[in-house]
């Protein structure tokens, strides 16, 4: 008899513990059930998987190696949509891309600018050119990216959330493409590949100014290409032994460059 308000007192105790944590453990259950995600790929050949392989068999050279289907496929996403498109600038994107988005899409990637700063013409200025042809082509894509390719990144992202309000924007960047130790008779100078590193550190804080700006998540994936550009020995870019996927990612700078930077925000 004098030990069944201790009893009673005890039970009362885990009744209210199981409670509490039957409490905390629904909502969560609950809320993962609820939020699926539904994953759209914009972009550029950043995006598509240039340089990666093999390619499917539309015009835009997209590779299942490409760091958005290897992350949809990590993450089990409830729909995955892939538009993006070699060789695409702000324009395809909002003409071409756009129409895989809608209010249920969850989360966006993209990577674009490059190609509207002259990314192809100022590669062949550097690597057959001279320094002072590089130099120039190297100015003018830097000059385009501080003054013009601003007003074209805002609209851009502007459009993406108009068309999918509800999604988590993430913007990715490009490496730097180059190590600038030697690199044989046959490569670029130094002075070229500090060059376009140069002019990529550029296009890398335009992109993150205007990312934040919109509200959206950059994604630097400079630190994770570091000691693995062009010139280093193990490298995750491609030189000019391909003509269009030079000096773009291979299947390794997408998998351990573009998918970690990726995974660094997403969690």
């Given amino acids: 008899m004098p030990h069944r308000p201790l009893a009673r007192a005890l039970a009362a105790l885990v009744a209210l513990a199981t ?79 756009l129409s895989s988005l809608s209010s249920t899409t969850t989360m966006v990637t993209i990577t674009v600018g490059g190609n509207d700063a002259g990314f192809a013409d100022v590669m062949t200025s550097c690597r057959f050119g001279s320094t002072s042809s590089c130099t120039n082509a190297v100015n003018q894509a830097k000059a385009f990216a501080t003054g013009t390719l601003p007003a074209r990144l805002d ?37 070229k590949r500090t060059l376009l590193n140069e002019a990529a550190d550029v ?31 193990q490298p995750w870019i491609r030189d000019v032994s391909g003509v269009i996927e030079a000096y773009h990612p291979n299947a390794d700078g997408y998998r351990h460059g573009y998918l970690p930077a990726l995974n660094a925000v997403t969690g």
């Fill in 19 to 97: 409670a509490t944590l039957g409490a905390l453990a629904v909502p969560a259950a609950a809320q993962a059930a609820a939020a699926p995600i539904h994953y759209v790929a914009l972009g550029d050949s950043y995006s598509s998987g240039v340089g990666a392989g093999p390619y499917d068999l539309s015009t835009c050279l997209r590779s299942q190696k490409s760091y958005a289907p290897l992350w949809a496929a990590a993450n089990n996403v409830a729909s995955f949509r892939f538009p993006a498109c070699g060789g695409a600038v702000t324009a395809d994107v909002l003409n071409n891309q």
């Fill in 155 to 191: 609209r851009t992202y502007a459009a993406i959330r108009d068309r999918a309000p509800n999604a988590r924007l993430i913007v990715l960047g490009y490496p730097r493409l180059f190590e600038t130790g030697s690199c044989g008779l046959l490569a670029m100078s130094s002075q």
């Fill in 203 to 233: 296009l890398a804080q335009v992109t993150a100014d205007r990312a934040a700006a919109a509200g959206a998540t950059f994604a630097d994936t400079r630190p994770t290409f570091a000691g693995h550009g062009v010139c280093a020995a």
